[in-house]
């Protein structure tokens, strides 16, 4: 079943209660939770008692990878990720949301996809690792992720599509989405105009259907396989001009989804090649992750 969610991300620089209200008065089916320095986000019976109080539930943890969250939980990368698994476990979500991590996190990088992998099997959690993008520095690309942006070639479970990094990358989303195959496990509802080699250096989180992304197709295609799980509205509303435009654009993305996700508007789609963990997608403009090394589970 498809759950259609939303951020608690599209409504900052308001506060989580704000979210929660929002997303229940609007008709999504949930909320995911990015925890950040505000402790509300950081404790079950807080967010229980959100939930509760709103008539929604929490589907999924958004784990404190974000420089902005750098000292939640502490400084240690794995025990934020660990925390957040143990918090979706607590709560009933039954995903965590992860990025790949900086490259100066060196001990944590080294053993990202082992971590992953146990933190899923002790908590019960899917931990899906995020899509992100290259970075740019005076017009040259950097390494700003660590085994790579790209998680096509990791040896990983499970993944979650961000139609805006895939924009930022310069990579077609339903071509992502084919190769990701059913490690395709969750979904960040968004859009984006363009890639980074057209002087984009912002992270856009646009309405879906307001950009250059084949958001549609994806979701069609989605719901035409059968696929479960969470579609997660993350766009950005700080540019709205008041309350009334903020709801207007998260209603304009809940409709997207749900229209595009009905079995009114679902074609078959055709079966997808899903390639083996540490194999690149078939098409050109997938960048391939060069984890043939460093990428792979390492043997104990």
């Known amino acids: 079943m498809i759950r259609i969610g939303m951020g608690t991300t599209c409504v900052y620089p308001l506060g989580v209660e704000t979210a929660f209200r929002t997303a229940s008065e609007l008709g999504f ?46 400084r240690d990368p794995r025990v934020k990720l660990e925390k957040s698994a143990e918090l979706a476990a607590e709560l009933g979500a039954d995903t965590v949301v992860v990025h790949p991590p900086f490259r100066w996190q060196s001990g944590y990088a080294e053993d990202f996809l082992d971590i992953v992998r146990a933190t899923a099997s002790s908590t019960g959690v899917v931990v899906a690792v ?28 499970a993944v979650t599509l961000d139609f805006s990094h895939a924009a930022l990358s310069g990579v077609d989303g339903l071509e992502l989405a084919g ?65 009334a435009e903020r709801r207007a654009m998260l ?14 508007d679902v074609t078959p789609a055709p079966p997808a090649t899903e390639p083996g963990p540490a194999a690149g997608p078939a098409r050109s403009s997938i960048v391939r992750s060069p984890l043939r090394s460093g990428g792979r589970r390492r043997s104990r």
Not at 52 to 71: K, Q
Not at 191 to 198: E, P, Q, V, Y
Request: charged fraction near 20%; include cysteine.
């Open 251 to 264: 209603q304009e993305t809940l409709s997207f989804a749900q229209t595009h996700t009905s079995a009114a």
């Open 29 to 74: 089916d949930g909320v995911e939770v990015m925890v950040t320095r505000d402790e509300t986000t950081q404790s079950a019976r807080a967010l229980r008692a959100l939930a509760d109080r709103h008539g929604t539930r929490v589907l999924s943890i958004h784990a404190p990878v974000l420089l902005l969250t750098h000292f939640v939980w502490g």
């Open 179 to 243: 190769a990701l195959g059913s490690r395709l496990r969750h979904v960040h509802l968004c859009d984006g105009s363009g890639a980074l080699d057209d002087n984009r250096v912002f992270d856009e989180h646009l309405v879906p259907g307001r950009g250059s992304q084949p958001v549609a197709a994806v979701l069609r295609s989605l719901a035409a396989s059968g696929w479960s799980g969470s579609i997660v509205a993350e766009v950005n509303t700080r540019k709205a001009r008041d309350a």
């Open 130 to 157: 995020e899509n992100m993008f290259p970075w740019k520095v005076a017009g040259r690309s950097m390494a700003g992720y660590v085994p790579h942006w790209n998680p096509v070639g990791m040896d990983c479970d």
